[in-house]
Nanobody, 122 residues
Framework: QVQLAESGGGSVQAGVSLRLSCVAS????????MGWFRQAPGKEREFVGS???????SYADSVKGRFTISRDNARDTVNLQMNSLKPEDTAVYYC????????????????WGQGTQVTVSS
């Protein structure tokens, strides 16, 4: 059983950067694909990006070039660096873990954090 805990959310103005972190415990972190998802009010949860155990990344088109995912297997941590934030990035951001390579559907992720709120004002 993998437990995930996100941190780093907050309220910021458009154009600035924010870094989210997710710490895993209770499982073999290095064997999992780690994903970030987000859910805005009134919308479905959507894929933001993912990183494999070897560090290969995949991103949604809406964040490509602005967001970067990294992981530190020694510290069981995955990070989401968000640059040039826009009001439409406002959402609750979730960290999730999967054993399926290149998983983009939330149904393929077995473990989830509690989420952290990111609010971007114009």
């Amino acid at each position: 059983q993998v437990q995930l805990a996100e941190s780093g959310g907050g309220s910021v103005q458009a154009g600035v950067s924010l870094r989210l972190s997710c710490v895993a415990s209770g499982g073999t972190f290095s064997r999992h694909v780690m994903g970030w998802f987000r859910q805005a009010p009134g919308k479905e949860r959507e894929f933001v990006g993912s990183i494999t155990w070897s560090g290969r990344t995949s991103y949604a088109d809406s964040v490509k070039g602005r967001f970067t995912i990294s992981r530190d297997n020694a510290r069981d941590t995955v990070n989401l660096q968000m640059n040039s934030l826009k009001p439409e990035d406002t959402a609750v951001y979730y960290c999730a873990a999967s054993t399926i390579p290149w998983a983009k559907s939330d149904g393929n992720y077995a473990y989830w954090g509690q989420g952290t709120q990111v609010t971007v004002s114009s």
